[in-house]
């Protein structure tokens, strides 16, 4: 039997390859379509630039430094947490304004000269407790997921050097 000129089994076969012909152009169109739209959700931007005001460390190893971003009110402390001793993991702690370092700084000075054993306040959306150890403070920092970082031990002339309140802006 014929149709047109072509047999039944030859119009079978050019119907499948048009259907397979469309298929790939549809999934092509597909491919890059996505394509497209994946790249349009990335956003380069440039990065804030930070300035370090001040830091301490352990022959020429830095486990806490006092950072701001430029032009920003907001400051915070980048520190190694102690907890890992094998590998070095740094952690953020945002503190905010100006008003807020010098109370923390305040707060740490006052537990070391009243002799306060022990304090927690919350600074942003962590929990910060401080513990005293004979003449230092040593700060657990638990995140908003609960999840515990420890800085390293300072001691007053170190907390007086990490917050230099003449250099705060």
Same mark, same amino acid.
């Given at each position: !039997? ?6 039944? @089994? ?6 499948? =390859? ?22 349009? $959700? ?9 300035? =370090? ?27 190694? @947490?102690? &907890?890992? =001793? $094998?590998?070095? @993991? ?12 010098? $109370? ?6 006052? !537990?070391? &000269? ?43 002339? =170190? ?6 309140? @003449?250099?705060?802006?």
């Amino acid at each position: !039997m014929t149709i047109n000129g072509y047999f039944k @089994d030859e119009v079978l076969i050019l119907n499948l =390859q048009a259907k397979l012909t469309m298929k790939k152009t549809v999934l092509l169109l597909a491919i890059l379509f996505t394509s497209f739209i994946s790249n349009a $959700q990335i956003k380069e931007i440039d990065p804030e630039p930070i300035i =370090q005001i001040s830091k301490i460390g352990i022959l020429g190893e830095t486990y806490i430094s006092f950072n701001n971003h430029k032009g920003s009110d907001e400051y915070f402390i980048n520190y190694k @947490d102690k &907890k890992y =001793q $094998q590998i070095t @993991d740094f952690k953020t702690l945002y503190i905010g304004n100006k008003e807020i370092v010098i $109370q923390l700084k305040d707060l740490m000075l006052d !537990m070391l &000269k009243n002799k306060i054993k022990k304090k927690a306040i919350e600074l942003n959306k962590s929990k910060v407790h401080f513990k005293k150890r004979s003449n230092t403070i040593e700060m657990s920092v638990f995140n908003e997921h609960g999840q515990m970082s420890i800085v390293h031990f300072i001691n007053k002339k =170190q907390i007086n050097k990490l917050f230099p309140t @003449d250099n705060i802006k």
